[in-house]
């Protein structure tokens, strides 16, 4: 066996690192778009598009802020708020003051609003047991706790 010069420059990563990372942003990629293009469809029926239902439905528990709102949903600020402000000038969501922050206000969906958003809900359900049944319970949790698990993962070594 013929050993390497101690000055020698480390390794390059695996090739099958790379490999994988590419064929996980390929999915992802892909599979963000077959989200959105299921959500367009449920969410039409409501006079709701996928994005009016994804910042409507980061609200519906607590008003949070644009930024909040962002963080949440892995979008931008100024794309929430432009979408804040077309829920707003549609009477389905309002703005509130923000006690920690005097200029950042809370955004709330209206009564009109939570009521858009449940009727998405049967659709959803449907498209739910039809998922749970193609992959099978055990499987379909597997799959959440994986992307919950890649999200956390990616946060980390974004921050390195």
């Known amino acids: 066996m013929s050993q390497e010069p101690a000055n020698q420059q480390p390794t390059a990563p695996e090739p099958a690192n790379g490999e994988l990372l590419s064929r996980t942003a390929l999915g992802v990629f892909r599979l963000s778009g077959q989200f959105l293009s299921v959500s367009e469809r449920l969410a039409k029926p409501a006079g709701l598009t996928a994005s009016w239902w ?6 519906l528990r607590e008003p949070l802020p644009a930024s909040g709102i962002a963080r949440v949903m892995g979008m931008t600020r100024q794309g929430v708020q432009r979408v804040a402000d077309l ?5 389905l969501a309002e703005y509130a003051p923000n006690p920690a922050h005097r200029r950042a206000k809370l955004l709330r969906p209206t009564d009109e609003g939570r009521a858009a958003v449940r009727r998405i809900d049967p659709g959803h359900a449907a498209l739910a047991a039809r998922l749970a049944a193609e992959l099978g319970e055990e499987q379909f949790a597997e799959t959440v706790r994986v992307l919950e698990r890649l999200s956390a993962a990616m946060d980390a070594v974004a921050e390195a």
Do not use: M
């Open 87 to 91: 829920l707003v000038g549609k009477g």
């Open 54 to 59: 994804q910042v409507l439905g980061a609200v």
